[in-house]
């Protein structure tokens, strides 16, 4: 099958896509609202992007019904910050239950049922149920499109990083142990206890 991707309807544009591009990582991402309401949601277009400055992005896309803005990218285009939970297989239903199309005013931690904890360098507060927490300032605010689904990339700079003490050692997060989720397509997702271990090959010197 081939198609042009402009032909598509952006219900088959999302689907060809999610279809292509998994198992994906979850960012549990949360933030506040000028009101002082906080907001959580997860977000499976999430990638890191560099280590030092450490600079991660994800995708708060325009709504697909009525193309509207959805309430993170609201918050951050406000308050210039947000911070970034993991999604394991102990807090995926929590997860899901936060992806509820709700309105701005409802506190989402209470409708999911998360513990909000202070942040140390951000206003918003980071989810206590997640065993990583990344906190962002805002450095790009990217716009692909203005219909329904339309693109909005976040990019922004890590000021400070929390990882559950039981995870690191020895500089290294003990993934196995964290179980993080990956979304595939539709409503299905993947664990990730069935890893293997693949060595790079040398080093060969590169021509002049
Ligand atoms: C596992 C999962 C991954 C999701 N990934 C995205 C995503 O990458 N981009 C997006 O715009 N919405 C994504 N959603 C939908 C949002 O979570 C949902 O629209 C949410 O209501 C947005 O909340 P907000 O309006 O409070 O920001 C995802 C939902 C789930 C369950």
Redesign the pocket.
């Known amino acids: 099958v081939e198609c042009d991707p402009a032909q598509l309807s952006s219900r088959d544009a999302y689907k060809l896509l999610t279809g292509s591009v998994l198992p994906r990582p ?1 960012a549990l991402v949360s933030t506040v609202g000028p009101d002082g309401q906080p ?1 959580v ?6 990638q890191a992007i560099s280590a030092r400055p450490m600079v991660i992005s ?4 325009l ?1 697909e019904g009525e193309g509207t803005e ?4 609201r918050n951050i285009r406000c308050s210039g910050e947000f911070v970034v939970g993991v ?1 394991t297989e102990e807090n995926l239903r929590m ?2 239950e ?5 309105a701005p005013d409802v506190n ?1 931690f209470q409708l999911a049922g998360f513990t909000p904890a202070p942040a140390a360098r951000v206003r918003a507060p980071r989810v206590a149920e997640s065993p990583i927490s990344l906190e962002c300032r805002l450095l790009h605010l990217l716009s692909f499109g203005n219909g329904p689904g339309a693109g909005r990339l976040v990019i922004g700079e890590v000021v400070h990083a929390y990882v559950r003490d039981d995870l690191y050692q020895d500089g290294r997060i003990d993934f196995l142990r964290m179980g993080p989720v990956g ?1 595939m397509a539709g409503n299905w997702y993947c664990r990730t206890g069935d890893v293997f271990e693949l060595p790079r090959p040398p080093a060969v010197k590169r021509h002049p």
């Open positions: 979850i907001n949601s997860p977000f499976s277009y999430f994800f995708c708060p896309n709504r959805k309430d993170t990218l999604v997860a899901n936060a992806s509820a199309e709700v989402e979304r």
